[in-house]
């Protein structure tokens, strides 16, 4: 099963700053450890919603909104995906993720987990 485990952004994220020296340190080192487990297929983090834009369709029309979005209370800041045997497992390794360290201002990291389809979830005799 592959997941894909999100880290939400907040205001520190927003702002363009940069984690500190010791968060760093601290999720290099969980990432080597997803690595060693044969679990990481790819991570990364984002740059701020300021420097992106969004693509929004409506009545067969798209519109460009740049940003940064007004609505930015649900944005991600990073991603990692992940080759485990179930949701638990992954769960799992996001508890152990050292998202805590080096937060400033209060700020309360929060992790969303969700699977990617397989391609044999669209199989026309399973009913999706």
């Known amino acids: 099963m592959k997941v894909m485990m999100f880290v939400m952004a907040n ?3 927003e702002a363009g700053q940069k984690p500190t ?3 760093l340190v601290a999720m290099h080192k ?3 450890e997803l690595q060693k487990a ?3 297929l790819d991570l990364g ?5 300021s420097r992106g834009a ?3 369709y409506s009545g067969g029309k798209c519109t460009v909104i740049d940003g940064p979005f007004a609505e930015a209370k649900e944005m991600i800041a990073g991603y990692s995906l992940l080759q485990v045997k179930t949701l638990a497992e992954a769960i799992e390794w996001a508890k152990r993720a050292p998202f805590g360290v080096g937060v400033q201002d209060g700020e309360e990291p929060v992790v969303e987990i969700r699977p990617l389809f397989d391609p044999s979830d669209f199989d026309p005799g399973k009913g999706v």
């Open 11 to 13: 205001k520190q994220t």
């Open 21 to 23: 020296a010791e968060a």
């Open 45 to 49: 983090g984002l740059t701020p919603t």
């Open 54 to 56: 969004r693509v929004q």
């Open 38 to 40: 044969g679990v990481l």
């Open 30 to 32: 969980f990432n080597e």
